[in-house]
């Protein structure tokens, strides 16, 4: 099935380090969806972004829907150790928004 | 005040048993997912049913049949229980194509 390129594979950073990573696809999206899963957990939606260009906050964090509608970035800022997990990036393909697509997550180490 | 849980949250079992998973959401969402996430943490849709009516169908063997009671139940049947079963399992929900909400998992391992 289709997927989409989530990047880096993997973070190791310091506490207090802003923190990047971005999601395309080869097709043209009309959601972008960030989700953040602890272990021994299900996945929790972080932000959702629903328009080319949408730029939204959730306290530290920040997200947008690329112009283009193939890419979302998502950003941390000054990171602390219980941002550690596996972020998700997914979205509906424009035309189809009863399956969702998924990144194969992007897992984040904190160093205290 | 869970909004999607399911049961059990491990479940340790033999090849070959026939073992279920229940999942009940409280959202009033009228479409319910199964998904697999294995051991490299990709999440794969396997069923999703909107207003108990079977919309998605992934490549899914057919030991493994969804059932939907009605729009705040779906569960998973499993037949036959084979070694690459073992993952977790997610339910979630979502009112038609808004973002879905997840319970936190079955383990599922088979010896």
């Known amino acids: 099935g289709q997927q989409l390129n989530q990047s880096p594979q993997s973070m190791f950073i310091q506490e207090g380090e802003d923190v990047s990573m971005n999601c395309t696809s080869s097709s043209i999206f009309n959601t972008w969806l960030w989700y953040k899963q602890d272990p021994g957990e299900g996945p929790v939606l972080l932000i959702a972004?629903?328009?080319a260009g949408e730029l939204t906050s959730n306290g530290r964090l920040t997200a947008q829907f690329g112009i283009t509608r193939k890419d979302s970035f998502l950003n941390i800022s000054a990171s602390i150790p219980s941002d550690v997990g596996i972020y998700f990036c997914?979205?509906?393909?424009?035309?189809?928004?009863?399956?969702?697509?998924w990144g194969l997550g992007t897992s984040l180490a904190v160093n205290p | 005040d869970t909004a999607v849980s399911q049961t059990p949250k491990y479940l340790v079992t033999q090849m070959g048993n026939d073992k279920s998973i229940k999942c009940e959401q409280n959202?009033?969402?009228?479409?319910m997912y199964w998904y697999k996430q294995d051991s490299k943490k990709f999440l794969k849709i396997m069923f999703s049913?909107?207003?108990?009516?079977?919309?998605i169908n992934e490549t899914v063997p057919n030991r493994f049949s969804p059932k939907s009671p009605d729009k705040a139940h779906l569960n998973l049947h499993i037949n036959s229980l084979e070694l690459g079963d073992s993952a977790v399992y997610f339910c979630a929900s979502s009112q038609g194509g808004r973002p879905q909400h997840f319970g936190d998992g079955t383990r599922l391992s088979i010896l």
């Open positions: 959202l009033g969402h009228d479409t």
């Open positions: 049913y909107n207003n108990k009516e079977l919309i």
């Open positions: 972004l629903y328009k």
């Open positions: 997914a979205g509906y393909n424009a035309g189809n928004n009863r399956k969702l697509i």
